[in-house]
């Protein structure tokens, strides 16, 4: 028979009694349930998150298997956010879980408000600027990663920059689903950039193959111990939000390294303003 205060008891220690009844009591709202969402989920229902708001758009596919950790050979062709939560429901019986489709984006208003803290595990442009346009609109802080071969993870508060304005954007002043293949291509180059400039990950991947992801010739590389932990890095700032704890981290966020065992945060401006050109230029090359 499911005890909650059973299934919770060996969090005690890591948080108090009252901290538990506040992670029970708090409801998330994740975007979603893939790679990084779905990690980050699979952390907040065993820390006895008690209700969940999930979404997703795709059914989950035999690529998904490499990295995602509720991409099972009985949740093929199933739809994520469902499957996600028939998992969830097994681990936590009383767990409250809410589900949504593309429908998402009509309640966005409803979902966000009703959550503490929101969390991007999207890796669509178009979705990941409507979150943060309602949440900042809302005063809902929102927990992201960026596209990066390194795990990451960056908390943006709705008083912080606009997500859009901190990376220069094309897109500021279109609607989120207006956006044309060009503005999409430039907002990614743009991440692309932000990545090389303050993070080593171009020392541990496979650089023509990055150059055919910049291109959109190929899909980005995905690998598990970089997503799960990505994840799980993204749980901890949940958690933090939910018991009131102040963040690891703020919207420029830092990378962890594990092929060095240190965490890498971003340089001063003036050195990444000196670098800019010169990651530009290399990855043009990279296209090329």
């Known amino acids: 028979m499911f005890d909650y205060a059973e299934f919770t008891t060996r969090n005690i220690g890591f948080v108090t ?6 992670l029970r009591d708090a409801t998330v709202f994740v975007c979603g349930t893939g790679g990084m969402g779905g990690a980050c989920i699979l952390g907040l229902v065993r820390a ?47 767990i409250e879980i ?5 429908d998402w984006t009509e309640q ?17 442009l178009g979705a990941s600027l409507l979150l943060y346009r309602r949440a900042r609109a809302l005063g809902k802080t929102v927990i992201d990663a960026y596209a990066s071969p390194l795990p990451s993870v960056y908390v943006t508060a709705p008083t912080d920059k606009p997500h ?53 010739k190929r899909s980005r590389m995905s690998f598990a111990p970089m997503v799960i932990t990505t994840g799980q ?19 420029r966020g830092y990378f962890f390294n594990p092929y060095k065992a240190r965490v890498e945060r971003p340089k001063p ?3 990444a303003a000196i670098m800019r050109p010169l990651v530009r230029r290399f990855l043009n090359g990279l296209m090329k």
């Not at 596919?61 to 093929?76: G, I, K, P, W, Y």
């Not at 966005?108 to 669509?124: K, Q, S």
């Not at 958690?239 to 704890?245: E, K």
């Open 233 to 251: 890095l993204m749980c901890y700032e949940v958690i933090n939000a939910v018991l009131d704890r102040p963040h690891g981290t703020d919207n």
């Open 98 to 102: 809410e589900v949504h489709h593309g």
């Open 108 to 124: 966005v208003d409803a979902l966000i408000d009703r959550a503490i803290i929101v969390v991007n595990g999207t890796d669509d």
């Open 164 to 216: 859009e304005e901190k990376f220069g954007y094309p897109t500021i002043g279109t609607d989120w689903d207006k956006l044309k293949d060009d503005q999409i291509n430039q907002a990614f180059l743009l991440e692309s950039e932000w990545v090389v400039i303050h993070s080593s990950s171009r020392n541990y991947i496979d650089l023509e193959i990055v150059g055919d992801v910049v291109a959109g």
């Open 17 to 22: 009694q009252a901290e538990q009844t506040k």
């Open 48 to 94: 006895g998150v008690g209700k969940l708001i999930i979404a997703d758009l795709d059914e989950f596919e035999v690529s998904n298997l490499n990295r995602q950790v509720f991409a099972f050979d009985h949740t093929m062709d199933r739809h994520k956010a469902e499957a996600t939560a028939e998992i969830a429901r097994q681990i936590n019986p009383e």
């Open 269 to 271: 401006a003036i050195v």
